[in-house]
Structure formats: C-alpha cells, structure tokens
C-alpha cells in the first residue's frame, strides 16, 4: 500500500512535482547551469543525492520543468477553447490563457522552456518539440477558424509564430501591480490583432 499527501496523490509523486517546482523558480532565477543539484535539494528539504530516486541526470529535471509548463498550459488551453462556441470567443481564449499561465501559475516553468533551451541535449528535444507542436496545433487551428471567418489576416502560420513572439516577451516587461492585470493586458492584445 503506498503512502499519500495530503492532496490524495502517492507521495512519491508529490515530491517529484515539488522538486520539479522548486527546480523551476531556481533555473529562472539563477539560470539552469548555475543552479547546482544541490541547490534543487536544499529547495525542498532533500540531500543532493536523495534527488536521484527521482532523477537520473540534472537535464532530466530541466526537462521535467520544460514539460510540466507546456503540458499544463496545453491543457488549460484546450478545456478553454472546448468551453466555448465562436471563433471570436476561441481567439480570446488564445490570449487569456497564454498570458494567465505565463504570467501566473507556469510562469517560472515556461521561462526556462524559453530561455534554456540551449541547455537540452539533441537527444532531450524531440520529446519536448512534441509537446509545443501539440501546443501550437491549438493556435494554428484556432487561428485558421479565426481567419475564415475575417476576424484576422490570412496569413496565419506568420501570425501564429509573431503573436507568440510578442506574447512571451510579456515576461520582460509586465508587472501585476502595472495598469493592467493580465486578463486586461490579454484583452487589449486581442484587439490590436482582430480586424473587426
């Protein structure tokens, strides 16, 4: 019989999510070569060693970091798009979630999905390509509706990958005690980009 949290989930599993956290504010913060296991072990209470019944390798946690950020957001996205009707209404969703995880929950995961990306080994980044592909596909699909339906310009694909640009930069600039909150910050972006 294996041992829960609190939160009903077995406890081994627990603690690899609160590694995977702690490693995430830790690799934003410090940068992911300059956070040691070490480090990540103190976060949470843990030897450096002990970090390896859940790990094998330090890119393995970085790894961990990157999917965790772009599953939850995958996931956030689809439950959003899926809970409405038009094309107006799933071009909204695009920003309003984006920007919450970015900017709230994911943020510190998805930063170092951005910004460590050259510290994946070749062999790492296929399985994490998969992951934002399945991501994208949101986009590029929601923007095609988007774009049938005259609420934005044709050229798509180009779109997509501008509208994300802008999006993640978000992170050098916005600040929640700013004139926006995120949910307006996501509105005003809509706005610029629809056509009618």
């Known amino acids: 019989m294996s041992v829960k949290d609190k939160h009903g989930l077995p406890e081994e599993n627990s603690r690899r999510m609160e590694l995977i956290r702690a490693a995430a504010r830790l690799f934003r913060d410090q940068g992911y070569e300059r956070t040691t296991v070490r480090d990540t072990g103190n976060a949470v209470g843990l030897q450096s060693g002990s970090l390896f019944y859940h790990f094998r390798t330090k890119e393995e946690i970085l790894v961990a970091v990157m999917a965790l950020g772009i599953t ?20 909204a969703a ?16 998805l930063e170092v999905m951005l910004y460590e990306w050259r510290s994946v080994s070749d062999a790492a980044k296929p399985g994490l390509i998969v992951l934002r592909d399945r991501y994208e596909a949101l986009w590029q699909t929601v923007l095609d509706e988007a774009a049938a339906d005259g609420l934005v310009k044709p050229d798509t694909r180009l779109l997509r990958r501008t509208l994300l640009g802008s999006l993640h930069w978000s992170v050098q600039w916005f600040r929640s005690n700013g004139e926006l909150n995120v949910n ?5 972006m809509l706005a610029l980009v629809l056509l009618k």
């Open 72 to 91: 939850a957001t995958t996931e956030q996205l689809a439950e959003a798009i899926a809970s409405v009707h038009t094309p107006r209404e799933k071009l």
């Open 94 to 109: 695009l920003f309003h979630v984006h920007l919450n995880s970015l900017l709230g929950d994911n943020q510190h995961a």
């Open 184 to 188: 307006e910050l996501a509105d005003r």
